[in-house]
């Protein structure tokens, strides 16, 4: 039983030190669809079809220069000082949770072999969350099978130092010490 152990730990050991090597074999994100983060909105706006003021942003809907025929569905997030792109998601509806993780499963391959091994997630196996992550750094790519049921795949790519500077992240500045209680939570 040790000596299965030690090897247990000796496989994981060798597996995280080597894992960067994947990461780092893959592309940089740059962007998707024809659309890069980073870019400014003059530059894609031959590709809006509408407009939705957020709070913090604005949301465009998007005709894509390369769609991924099962996404139907896709937006640029835009920063309001800057009008720079930070986020491009595409949405994408399945008749089950089990149709969406199969396209799930297909995108995983694809993003694979263009930006390299999905991130760790030690938590995934327990949680059974369908979330992957790629990249390292200040870009992203987060692919799900969210809304009623599990049945929407959301596919966002993310410059994070774009959205940290509206805030993303801060949260937590602004929220006030709570008195412990008994419960325990």
Not at 111 to 124: A, E
Request: proline share 4%.
């Amino acid at each position: 039983m040790l000596k299965k152990n030690i090897l247990h730990i000796a496989f994981l050991s060798t597996g995280l030190l080597l894992y960067p090597l994947g990461v780092i074999a893959g592309t940089a994100i740059e962007g998707a669809f024809g659309v890069k983060l980073g870019q400014k909105k003059a530059a894609i706006a031959a590709l809006i079809i509408s407009e939705r003021k957020l709070s913090d942003a604005n949301d465009y809907k998007f005709r894509p220069v390369h769609p991924y025929k099962p996404l139907s569905k896709y937006s640029v997030f835009i920063t309001p000082q800057s009008e720079q792109v930070y986020k491009i998601r595409a949405t994408g509806k399945f008749r089950n949770v089990h149709a969406c993780k199969l396209e799930l499963g297909r995108l995983e391959k694809i993003l694979s072999r263009k930006y390299g091994q999905k991130n760790f997630d030690p938590s995934r196996q327990f949680t059974k969350s369908s979330k992957i992550t790629f990249g390292r750094g200040s870009r992203r790519i987060y692919v799900s099978c969210t809304g009623l049921f599990a049945r929407q795949l959301e596919l966002d790519y993310v410059d994070k130092k774009l959205a940290k500077a509206l805030g993303w992240g801060s949260h937590e500045k602004n929220v006030l010490p709570v008195a412990p209680d008994a419960s325990g939570l």
